[in-house]
């Protein structure tokens, strides 16, 4: 099954694997391992920046890179000037993200982000899960259905206008017309880490499982201590640019919003002192998705897939599905089934 933008929470684990591979911090600059990228303004931006959204690289001003043509938006990323000047302010690359993730895994490691996936997560656990999907394997994947109904919110509505950030960021790099064009061979076999993964739920949830009883499975570890920190410790929260709601990120995986403290000092993310540190007392959730856990992470997916890791209840939740919903994020048939695990848990 094609898990759309869920595929960010893999590319997140491992941006998060190959950077602390190479003993760096997500306070490193991008340009240190990646001259291009300083262009335009960005010599300056981290990795944590990048990967939480903050970095103003939601969309590109260049329209004529494709998806499917990795050098061709690298290139474009390099020349592109950020899109707003604040870092504590953020806004979803839809599609961005994942070229973004990959060049730096590409940097850090010497491979493309779908291979390091496969050699360092996937073969290791057995997961029925990749990103780039082998031409043996399309036999067996379901045909994505567009959603049967629409839905009218702010999201939707911005969308619809093709001057706003959120039209261009779901229109940047190019390609990908409609929804079902996601059933063609040649998108299935693309190595796309922002929303190509394709594979099991059991196999994404067992992922998510490691995560979540502290990154280590059978006997082997797959992540540190520091690595697993940088997932549960949020770096911006507030309102999303791009999706137009409320949103939160750790280094590339979604949390929950929840009530902030009151001393901004200490307590606002997007100020990048506290990465790999431990989280600040929070109050309530503003929302749900993840569970009653604030040390809850994960990625939703379009129409309606969702995985996370709660540390906390030491779980991994995946629901993925080929029916899709309207909208952006999970609705009713996946966070009816996390109601269902707490309740029984």
Known sequence: MLIWSATKGLTSACVLHALDR???????????FWPEFAQSGKARITVGEVVSHRAGLAALTDKTAGL?????????????????????????????????????????????????????FAQPMALDLWIGLPDAEHSR????????????????????????LTRQAFSTPAGLLSLSAMNAPAMRSASLPSLGGIGQAASLGKFYAMLGVGGEW???RFFSRRALDGM???????????????????????????DLPRNPEN???????????????????KRALFGPSTRAFGHPGAG???????????LGFAYVMNQMEPGVLPKSRALGLVQALYNFA
């Open 68 to 120: 499917l043509d990795h050098a061709a938006v690298v290139r474009a990323v390099e020349v592109q000037a950020p899109l707003w000047e604040s870092r504590d302010e953020h806004g979803y690359g839809p599609r961005t993200f994942g070229f973004l993730a990959d060049e730096i895994v590409r940097r850090l490691s010497g491979k493309p982000l779908g291979d390091y996936w496969g050699e360092e």
């Open 267 to 285: 307590s606002l993310p997007g100020s990048g002192k506290r990465e790999f540190s431990e989280r600040p007392e929070v109050g309530l959730k």
């Open 141 to 164: 994947v379901a045909q994505m259905l567009a959603p049967r109904a629409v839905v009218e919110d702010d999201f939707s509505k911005a969308l619809a206008r093709p001057d706003s």
């Open 232 to 258: 549960t410790t949020p770096l911006t929260q507030g309102p999303d640019k791009t999706l137009c709601a409320e949103t939160a990120f750790s280094a590339g995986f979604m949390m929950d919003p929840v």
């Open 218 to 220: 059978e006997g082997r």
């Open 304 to 314: 309606g897939s969702l995985a996370f890791a709660d540390p906390e209840n030491r």
């Open 22 to 32: 190479a003993g760096l911090a997500l306070s490193t600059p991008v340009a240190d």
